[in-house]
């Protein structure tokens, strides 16, 4: 049984950085790319970023590149986005997700397991 749970979420204000932990357990870590997905109130949810098994294979939406950064420890289960420079339009819940058969992938229905997210409001 594969089980994420974010954390790091939080209010702060417009400019301001958080850094979104991703812990898993379950399987081995290093068999599943990982992906993070945003929601905010009323809108559908999107893709922020996804970072590959071994740590490569990273892509960003254009939204938040070069802002966020994605990255992994493989030795300890985790996965982390750094989010700097926030700004108001960053607000929503924010989900780390698994998936175990592809990479590169900005589709939400190709990841396999779901954290229950975190959330992140950025006051202006």
């Known amino acids: 049984q594969v089980v994420l749970e974010e954390s790091g979420g939080g209010l702060v204000q417009a400019g301001d950085s958080l850094r979104l932990s991703c812990a898993f357990s379950g399987r081995p870590f290093s068999n599943y790319a990982v992906g993070w997905f945003r929601q905010a109130l009323g809108k559908q949810r999107e893709f922020v970023a996804t970072?590959?098994?071994?740590?490569?294979?990273?892509l960003y939406a254009d939204s938040v590149r070069g802002r966020f950064t994605v990255s992994r420890d493989n030795v300890n289960y985790r996965a982390f986005l750094q989010m700097n420079s926030l700004k108001p339009e960053d607000t929503a819940v924010y989900y780390c997700?698994?998936?175990?058969?592809?990479?590169?992938?900005?589709?939400?229905?190709?990841?396999?397991?779901w954290g229950q997210g975190t959330q992140v409001t950025v006051s202006s």
């Open positions: 970072i590959g098994r071994s740590g490569g294979h990273i």
């Open positions: 997700a698994a998936a175990a058969y592809y990479s590169e992938s900005t589709n939400p229905d190709l990841y396999d397991y």
